[in-house]
């Protein structure tokens, strides 16, 4: 405990001293006055949220000392609280400005995302969400392997969440070092680094409960936020709603055409690649997915799922108005954009802009504190899922050699928490000049393609055996890898060519389909006898799917 | 309780029942909420022309933006029957059929 509370106090102290810093360089960065009582207020917002979260993460590491309270909080999260966390854990900042800026650039066709995220996630609650808190323990790897030779399908299992994982942190961090940059003026180094401490403290020392509690206090600022920033839009619009679209459509640069499909998704493969990325990555997510261990059965993961559900469903809607609201408010105010016509700091800081128009500096630094706030919470999330994958499913599950203690696992736990914050930090240096829109696209592919297919496959599907669950994830991976690279965001943006090879910017419509093809005929061809009784265990695990009993004899390692 | 295999339970008559019954519920959930999200995708795909209708036709909103909303109002009423009102049910059968198992044994 003394550990902790030193670690805190060195960490803040190191924080107090970016602070100077980061008041010289908004000068240096915006110019206009307005922009430094914004840090103010958005400093003592943020640093308020990380006291409360630092006080959170000692309480709760007090209560964190099996590996079972580590990764699931010892699955006591009440479904209502778990279905906030989830909100929290799932509204990345990507969702709260890209989708925004998606809207307010490209128009309607930023309405497909939001459609899509809401037309997977009932599936994952119908097809997923109670089977895998009655077979799993802590991983979706739990799952998959439950009727499988654990020790060959594991390690391939855990590459693929952990390539995920990664990917979706250095998507993250670098969004996060530079959002940082332009919201606080804090230098991009600095920004990563504080980012990756806290996440460390938080994890390291508080677990899946103090990770619980960041993503829950999170998701609460933000829906008060966007509920504000909606309500004040339709104040300003006199509560016309209709007007919101038809004064966007006056305004916008692209005219009428802004309400209209095409701005962005060019031909029909590109509207299907978009759905089936998201209906099969939310299905393929590692922390998302071990959020639903945190509860204590299959009906309250199953609560959680549908809170969640409506959480994102309702902020996907304000998002909505406000995108289009920003239009109007926006577009030609010389006050947001620079000398050069430019938006300032670019598309993603619409809703930021939007927010300093409707509610001043104070909501501005709100929304602000939220942004930073939202960051911590996803790559808290990772980093939990991380560790788990590394701890229970690499080193207890598979590798270690002589006999697994609580405690041997716990310390491997949270030197994997370190090392993710080590890798953070080093991945966010190395990425810092490059476009990172490809990066988490691929993680949200290799989700859909190489996780979601196996595992719902290993769930409903008796004639999985050990070598198709290993192809399926085998091809998935590879097949996504290859198709992002061979794409026009890395052939196209990254390296300048005129034409990519594989037209589209997301692998899926072809990595899906092959990795379920791969599956079925690696499994069907399989005659070993291995395969015959794990095709016969179908049985007994469909008993336990299905009705919770027996799982604390199954999920003994 | 552990007197009972597993596979003697996936005898149990109230077993039979309670995956049936879940197994529909399922279907039907899953069939609707993709029928729904397909025929999205597919209006957006191939029919452009009726999702950029606006709708009043005096306004600026079109189909496609009702249609957006629908789906997202569409996926919480799905889950919300899923999760608390159907799910009560099986819940209940879950529970008589765990009864059941540990009186036999």
Same mark, same amino acid.
């Given at each position: 405990?003394?550990?902790?509370?030193?670690?805190?106090?060195?960490?803040?102290?190191?924080?107090?001293?970016?602070?100077?810093?980061?008041?010289?360089?908004?000068?240096?960065?915006?110019?206009?006055?307005?922009?430094?009582?914004?840090?103010?207020?958005?400093?003592?917002?943020?640093?308020?949220?990380?006291?409360?979260?630092?006080?959170?993460?000692?309480?709760?590491?007090?209560?964190?000392?099996?590996?079972?309270?580590?990764?699931?909080?010892?699955?006591?999260?009440?479904?209502?609280?778990?279905?906030?966390?989830?909100?929290?854990?799932?509204?990345?900042?990507?969702?709260?400005?890209?989708?925004?800026?998606?809207?307010?650039?490209?128009?309607?066709?930023?309405?497909?995302?939001?459609?899509?995220?809401?037309?997977?996630?009932?599936?994952?609650?119908?097809?997923?969400?109670?089977?895998?808190?009655?077979?799993?323990?802590?991983?979706?790897?739990?799952?998959?392997?439950?009727?499988?030779?654990?020790?060959?399908?594991?390690?391939?299992?855990?590459?693929?969440?952990?390539?995920?994982?990664?990917?979706?942190?250095?998507?993250?961090?670098?969004?996060?070092?530079?959002?940082?940059?332009?919201?606080?003026?804090?230098?991009?180094?600095?920004?990563?680094?504080?980012?990756?401490?806290?996440?460390?403290?938080?994890?390291?020392?508080?677990?899946?409960?103090?990770?619980?509690?960041?993503?829950?206090?999170?998701?609460?600022?933000?829906?008060?936020?966007?509920?504000?920033?909606?309500?004040?839009?339709?104040?300003?619009?006199?509560?016309?709603?209709?007007?919101?679209?038809?004064?966007?459509?006056?305004?916008?640069?692209?005219?009428?055409?802004?309400?209209?499909?095409?701005?962005?998704?060019?031909?029909?493969?590109?509207?299907?690649?978009?759905?089936?990325?998201?209906?099969?990555?939310?299905?393929?997510?590692?922390?998302?997915?071990?959020?639903?261990?945190?509860?204590?059965?299959?009906?309250?993961?199953?609560?959680?799922?549908?809170?969640?559900?409506?959480?994102?469903?309702?902020?996907?809607?304000?998002?909505? !108005?406000?995108?289009?609201?920003?239009?109007?408010?926006?577009?030609?105010?010389?006050?947001?954009?620079?000398?050069?016509?430019?938006?300032?700091?670019?598309?993603?800081?619409?809703?930021?802009?939007?927010?300093?128009?409707?509610?001043?500096?104070?909501? !501005?630094?709100?929304?602000?504190?939220?942004?930073?706030?939202?960051?911590?919470? @996803?790559?808290?999330?990772?980093?939990?899922?991380?560790?788990?994958?590394?701890?229970?499913?690499?080193?207890?599950?598979?590798?270690?050699?002589?006999?697994?203690?609580?405690?041997?696992?716990?310390?491997?736990?949270?030197?994997?928490?370190?090392?993710?914050?080590?890798?953070?930090?080093?991945?966010?240096?190395?990425?810092?000049?490059?476009? @990172?829109?490809?990066?988490?696209?691929?993680?949200?592919?290799?989700?859909?393609?190489?996780?979601?297919?196996?595992?719902?496959?290993?769930?409903?599907?008796?004639?999985?055996?050990?070598?198709?669950?290993?192809?399926?994830?085998?091809?998935?991976?590879?097949?996504?890898?290859?198709?992002?690279?061979?794409?026009?965001?890395?052939?196209?943006?990254?390296?300048?060519?005129?034409?990519?090879?594989?037209?589209?910017?997301?692998?899926?419509?072809?990595?899906?389909?092959?990795?379920?093809?791969?599956?079925?005929?690696?499994?069907?061809?399989?005659?070993?006898?291995?395969?015959?009784?794990?095709?016969?265990?179908?049985?007994?695990?469909?008993?336990?799917?299905?009705?919770?009993?027996?799982?604390?004899?199954?999920?003994?390692? | 309780?552990?007197?009972?295999?597993?596979?003697?339970?996936?005898?149990?008559?109230?077993?039979?029942?309670?995956?049936?019954?879940?197994?529909?519920?399922?279907?039907?959930?899953?069939?609707?909420?993709?029928?729904?999200?397909?025929?999205?995708?597919?209006?957006?795909?191939?029919?452009?022309?009726?999702?950029?209708?606006?709708?009043?036709?005096?306004?600026?909103?079109?189909?496609?933006?009702?249609?957006?909303?629908?789906?997202?109002?569409?996926?919480?009423?799905?889950?919300?029957?899923?999760?608390?009102?159907?799910?009560?049910?099986?819940?209940?059968?879950?529970?008589?059929?765990?009864?059941?198992?540990?009186?036999?044994?």
């Amino acid at each position: 405990m003394r550990k902790f509370t030193k670690l805190i106090s060195v960490f803040l102290f190191a924080w107090g001293c970016g602070v100077p810093t980061l008041a010289l360089a908004a000068d240096a960065i915006a110019g206009p006055v307005e922009k430094q009582s914004l840090n103010m207020v958005a400093i003592v917002i943020f640093i308020g949220f990380v006291l409360l979260t630092l006080g959170i993460t000692k309480w709760a590491s007090s209560r964190t000392h099996t590996t079972e309270q580590f990764y699931t909080a010892g699955g006591g999260i009440p479904a209502w609280q778990n279905g906030i966390a989830i909100s929290g854990d799932f509204l990345s900042a990507a969702t709260l400005l890209g989708i925004t800026s998606s809207i307010y650039t490209m128009g309607a066709d930023g309405l497909t995302i939001i459609v899509a995220t809401l037309g997977a996630w009932p599936i994952v609650l119908f097809l997923i969400a109670e089977r895998l808190r009655n077979l799993g323990k802590f991983t979706l790897i739990d799952v998959i392997s439950f009727r499988l030779n654990a020790a060959k399908i594991r390690p391939i299992a855990a590459a693929a969440s952990l390539v995920v994982l990664v990917f979706y942190l250095i998507a993250q961090l670098v969004g996060a070092g530079k959002l940082i940059q332009l919201l606080f003026g804090l230098d991009y180094v600095v920004a990563v680094i504080s980012v990756s401490a806290l996440m460390v403290v938080y994890v390291a020392f508080g677990g899946m409960l103090a990770a619980t509690w960041v993503q829950f206090i999170k998701s609460v600022m933000l829906v008060v936020g966007g509920s504000v920033l909606a309500l004040l839009m339709l104040i300003h619009f006199e509560f016309d709603v209709g007007e919101i679209f038809a004064s966007a459509e006056r305004v916008h640069v692209k005219g009428a055409e802004i309400m209209n499909t095409g701005g962005w998704l060019k031909d029909p493969l590109s509207v299907f690649s978009v759905g089936l990325t998201l209906l099969f990555g939310f299905i393929g997510l590692p922390h998302i997915l071990m959020r639903l261990f945190t509860v204590k059965d299959a009906e309250a993961s199953r609560k959680s799922a549908f809170y969640a559900i409506s959480i994102i469903g309702y902020f996907q809607l304000l998002i909505i !108005l406000i995108g289009f609201g920003a239009i109007s408010l926006i577009m030609f105010n010389s006050d947001y954009h620079d000398a050069a016509g430019k938006l300032i700091g670019g598309n993603n800081m619409v809703i930021l802009h939007v927010t300093h128009f409707l509610g001043g500096d104070f909501l !501005l630094g709100f929304i602000a504190a939220v942004t930073f706030a939202t960051i911590l919470a @996803v790559v808290s999330g990772l980093t939990i899922s991380a560790a788990a994958t590394i701890a229970h499913d690499l080193y207890a599950g598979t590798f270690a050699k002589s006999e697994v203690t609580e405690e041997k696992e716990m310390l491997v736990s949270k030197l994997s928490v370190i090392a993710m914050g080590v890798l953070a930090v080093i991945f966010g240096l190395v990425f810092e000049h490059q476009n @990172v829109v490809f990066i988490s696209n691929l993680a949200m592919s290799i989700a859909a393609s190489a996780n979601a297919p196996v595992l719902i496959l290993a769930m409903y599907w008796r004639g999985l055996t050990t070598k198709g669950g290993i192809a399926g994830l085998v091809v998935g991976l590879a097949s996504s890898l290859l198709f992002i690279v061979l794409g026009p965001q890395v052939m196209v943006d990254i390296m300048g060519m005129d034409e990519a090879l594989f037209p589209y910017a997301y692998p899926t419509i072809v990595s899906v389909p092959l990795a379920f093809l791969s599956i079925w005929y690696f499994s069907v061809s399989d005659k070993s006898e291995s395969a015959v009784k794990e095709r016969a265990s179908f049985e007994e695990q469909y008993v336990t799917s299905e009705t919770g009993i027996g799982i604390q004899a199954a999920s003994k390692h | 309780m552990s007197q009972m295999s597993l596979a003697d339970i996936s005898k149990h008559p109230r077993f039979i029942e309670l995956v049936k019954k879940r197994h529909q519920l399922r279907v039907t959930m899953i069939g609707l909420m993709l029928t729904v999200f397909m025929s999205y995708l597919v209006a957006w795909a191939y029919f452009p022309g009726l999702v950029n209708t606006r709708l009043p036709s005096d306004s600026s909103v079109t189909i496609g933006i009702w249609f957006s909303v629908f789906v997202v109002l569409v996926a919480i009423f799905l889950s919300a029957y899923y999760a608390v009102v159907a799910g009560k049910s099986l819940d209940a059968l879950n529970a008589q059929l765990i009864k059941e198992i540990e009186q036999d044994a």
